[in-house]
């Protein structure tokens, strides 16, 4: 209804995610069960899953899935760039979404810092018949009635994911990096050492597991530290619907043993960045990770 009583206009039967702003969403109700609304993609005419959560942010509750394309103009109007400071900002991509076969994962040096990403087919996460296993199974095979909320979407690594050809220059931890790959009035979300300033704020994996009971710091018995306390409830179950689907690394994804990685714009040193790391069942064991910028990992995006 927010969408509609800002006087929204629907594509294709949907409203737009470029569309979205601070009012639409401060109008949403936070919900725990399932997802409010699917939106749709102008660049692509993709839908995806979004809904308000406890940090009172409108998250997506599904993987980005967009296929970059160096021929397709990428601009302030229709994907994350230059937000707040350049509104005529765009973007033309050195690569374009590759499937399997067509290109070879860059692993080395050079790939930590270049821009690349993944399509892995239309494969969803099955976390439901196969809780506390890794097992993907293409869209075309879904059980009759299942959503797309555990589809695996894209793979991106970091220079992908924030929209950057070339990442060599961002060097500075916890500095963000204010564009992303997400639509126009999205971005990524935030993350960073635990209790570090960019995980304190609405639109963090910190703060928003922090809203659903995640603890960093839980009472000490003694001398010994208790290690930090899980999420109150599952992290591939509603309303976050975080796949568990591995990372990408140029062989087999769906390997990586109950494990998911997501993406934030938050630097962590010369060649990585921060993400979350998600695990089976309710343990969201690392909202601040550090990981190496070639991987390929998947991305949510934040209302801004």
Known sequence: ?????????????????????????????????????????????????????????????????????????????????????????????????????????????????????????????????????????????????????????????????????????????????DQSICPANWTLPESGDIDSIPQTRPGSFQYLAEQYGYDPHPLSQGEQQEPPKPMDISVYEPPFYFTLGGAWDGGPSCGVSNSGAFWSKVIGGNTTSFSLDAVSENDLTDPGSQLYRYLGLFVRCVSR
């Open 1 to 177: 209804m927010a969408y509609e009583n800002a006087g929204k206009e629907k594509l294709n039967g949907y409203f737009k995610l470029q569309d979205m702003n601070a009012d639409i969403c401060n109008a949403a109700e936070v919900l725990d069960e399932g997802s409010q609304m699917q939106a749709i993609d102008t660049r692509d005419n993709k839908v995806y899953w979004i809904t308000k959560l406890r940090d009172g942010k409108c998250w997506f509750t599904q993987n980005l899935d967009h296929d970059i394309d160096p021929s397709f103009n990428y601009t302030h109007n229709n994907t994350d760039l230059g937000y707040s400071t350049n509104t005529t900002q765009s973007w033309v991509p050195d690569k374009a979404t590759y499937q399997t076969g067509t290109t070879t994962w860059d692993t080395s040096s050079t790939g930590y810092n270049i821009q690349q990403s993944y399509d892995p087919g239309d494969k969803i996460w099955d976390g439901v018949a196969y809780p506390l296993q890794t097992v993907c199974i293409s869209i075309d095979d879904m059980a009759q009635g299942q959503n797309t909320h555990h589809s695996l979407g894209n793979f991106y690594n970091w220079g992908a994911a924030v929209a950057i050809n070339n990442t060599s220059a961002y060097t500075t931890k916890h500095q963000d990096v």
